[in-house]
């Protein structure tokens, strides 16, 4: 018969064999524990966001207040400012919203969830169409002029109506947010896993329409109204060419790196997942990152487009003068300096960006 020893020795022997030839330990998937970016991201994403936030808020509503105060829509650029202020104002409010998100678990509910993810999607997609309507438009009064002359009587009809279709677009290609954003592991998202072709479907598109899209109908209408300034000899042409140059190095800088970033983790999720958790890491280092640096948009736009015009330049400083921000003496003072460096009065036929 067989002792305690040679049964023992035998269970031992196939549990080896199991363990040696039937499991397969490369089979199971790894959990990456991302504990750095977790606390990388409890000072950075309320450092910056609230700033950008901040910027946002106050830089957005100054326009709002300024286009309302002086009754101030006067053509086709003055109508897509200021339903980009509104966009990107929508976009600021929604980034505590990001914060909480992302430093915590989400508790606020279902309905907020979904409201967080539609406000940003909607307020993106039509901040990045108004981006590019305002270059198609100063294209036609730039380099078109004499088209645009002919055709100024329905102007702002044409600027009302393709702003309200501009805002039904971004509606709708922000519906896969309205229909599929759930919270999922404690996370307001609207996608389940990594590896998700539905996340592959949304990422695809929102580089196609909101950075591809922008980027060469912009990249046509600012190469042309550079092309044609440097054949002008107003003396404001030089102002001209840094504004639009300005304009395009801003978009590049704030848009290109996280649309690169966005391309890849696109990339990962359409072939399975990240297999390495390094790579997975340093990836979502790079999306917090660059997208707090797209996010900069909301709080520079009205810098770039609005406060740098002359006109409205000049709007705001007499509002903060009718609120008491400035002196009287003071603002005669720049008004009168301004005329002196410049050497004519302003009209409506600036080529600055925004008259």
């Known amino acids: 018969g067989t002792t305690k020893t040679d049964e023992d020795n035998a269970i031992t022997m196939d ?31 309320p450092t910056f966001y609230s700033i950008i936030c901040f910027l946002g808020l106050g830089g957005n509503l100054l326009v709002i207040i300024t286009f309302f105060y002086f009754k101030r ?44 993810q539609t406000v940003y999607k909607v307020s993106f997609y039509s901040s990045m169409f108004l981006l590019s309507s305002i ?53 307001c998202t609207p996608y389940s896993s990594s590896s998700d072709q539905l996340r592959v479907h949304i990422q695809a598109s929102q580089i196609a329409l909101a950075f591809v899209l922008p980027l060469l109908v912009m990249s ?34 704030s848009q290109l790196p996280y649309n ?3 391309f890849w983790t696109t990339r990962a999720a359409a072939q399975g997942g990240y297999f390495d958790c390094k790579y997975e890491t340093d990836l979502l280092y790079a999306m917090d990152v660059t997208q707090c640096v797209a996010f900069l948009r909301c709080c520079l736009n009205p810098f770039l487009y609005a406060f740098i015009g002359v006109k409205f330049h000049h ?41």
């Not at 509104?86 to 606020?108: H, Q």
């Not at 109506?161 to 996370?187: D, L």
């Open 15 to 45: 549990y080896t064999l199991y363990n040696d030839s039937i499991v397969d330990y490369d089979e199971f998937p790894t959990v990456c524990i991302q504990e750095s970016n977790r606390r990388f991201r409890l000072w950075f994403m």
């Open 73 to 116: 829509l006067k053509n086709m650029t003055d109508v897509y400012l200021l339903n980009l202020a509104f966009a990107d104002l929508l976009f600021a409010l929604s980034l505590p919203f990001w914060v909480a998100n992302s430093i915590a678990y989400w508790t606020l509910g279902m309905m907020v969830c979904k409201a967080m």
């Open 135 to 187: 270059s198609v438009d100063r294209y036609f009064v730039i380099a078109k002029a004499i088209t645009a002359y002919r055709h100024r009587s329905k102007a702002m009809f044409v600027s009302r109506v393709s702003s309200g279709v501009i805002w039904v677009m971004a509606i709708i290609f922000s519906t896969p947010e309205m229909k599929y954003t759930t919270v999922n592991n404690n996370t």
């Open 220 to 253: 046509f209408c600012y190469s042309s109204i550079i092309k044609t300034l440097c054949q002008t000899h107003n003396f404001e042409r030089n102002k001209a060419i840094k504004v639009t140059l300005a304009v395009v190095a801003v978009f590049l800088v």
């Open 260 to 262: 690169m970033v966005l």
């Open 315 to 355: 709007d705001l400083l007499k509002l903060l003068k009718d609120w008491g921000c400035i002196s009287q003496e003071r603002f005669i003072r720049y008004m009168c300096q301004r005329r002196r460096t410049s050497g004519f009065t302003d009209t409506e036929s600036t080529t600055t960006f925004c008259s």
